[in-house]
């Protein structure tokens, strides 16, 4: 069973552009999470999706946005981006969305994508 | 707000040693700690605990929840150079899994 796959591995861009970035969950899972994890910071929850909804969203602004497809594969978007968007994006994956019940709360990680702003 | 912390924040041992890595939290409606080994860039799931008192094994690995004190602790031991990751805890409460910000193991042959 493939596990969560997520593209590109690195990109870099330039202040004021705007990026984005894919994850394919393992097969069958239908809720993806997206988290940035820097040094200082460690993971933040960016946004949950669960059959195309947004079920959850972290405390970031509105330049970063993210959707999901029939297929439950994701996208996140950061708009205008800056310095700070610098990081480590990973995605992850479980069957359920986070919350219903213990059992849900095992979430699956890709490999990140590695994001440098210039 | 839901917070996580998780001490020390790097730690440096040489092979063949213990370490007790710390997990203090404060979250509203506890579910459930996920502790996670981060080498590269993919966190892997290594125990979830969801009742006090009761120790989760996995070879050298072991965890135990206090819900009581709110915290948790991962032990490792005899250590090995291939233990060296980033260890995070996470803990579900209302809100979606909040992650501390790891501890950083060396492990020295």
Redesign the interface.
């Given at each position: 069973k493939a596990?969560?796959t997520q593209t590109p591995r690195y990109l870099i861009k330039t202040r004021g552009q705007q990026v984005t970035l894919s994850c394919s969950p393992i097969s069958g899972h239908r809720s993806v999470?997206w988290?940035q994890q820097t040094p200082g910071?460690?993971?933040?929850?960016l946004f949950?999706y669960f059959s195309e909804t947004q079920r959850?969203k972290?405390n970031f602004p509105g330049r970063f946005s993210g959707r999901q497809f029939s297929n439950s594969r994701s996208e996140m978007n950061v708009s205008t981006l800056e310095l700070g968007d610098s990081a480590?994006y990973?995605c992850a994956s479980s069957l359920y969305p986070?919350?219903r019940?213990?059992l849900n709360?095992?979430?699956?990680?890709?490999?990140?994508t590695?994001l440098s702003v210039l | 707000e839901d917070k996580v912390v998780q001490s020390p924040l790097s730690l440096v041992v040489h092979e063949g040693d213990t370490v007790t890595l710390n997990c203090s939290y404060e979250v509203t409606n506890f579910?459930?700690l996920?502790w996670?080994k981060q080498e590269?860039?993919?966190?892997?799931?290594l125990f979830?605990l969801?009742s006090s008192g009761i120790e989760k094994k996995s070879g050298r690995l072991s965890s135990i929840l206090d819900k009581k004190e709110l915290f948790s602790i991962l032990n490792i031991t005899a250590t090995q150079t291939g233990d060296s990751a980033i260890y995070?805890c996470?803990v579900?409460g209302?809100?979606?899994?909040?992650?501390?910000?790891?501890t950083r193991l060396s492990v020295i042959a």
């Open positions: 596990g969560v999470s988290y910071q460690g993971l933040q929850f949950e959850n972290g480590l990973l986070m919350g019940s213990n709360e095992k979430l699956f990680f890709g490999s990140g590695q | 579910r459930s996920l996670y590269k860039k993919a966190p892997t799931f979830m969801t995070l996470a579900g209302n809100t979606p899994l909040v992650f501390g910000k790891g």
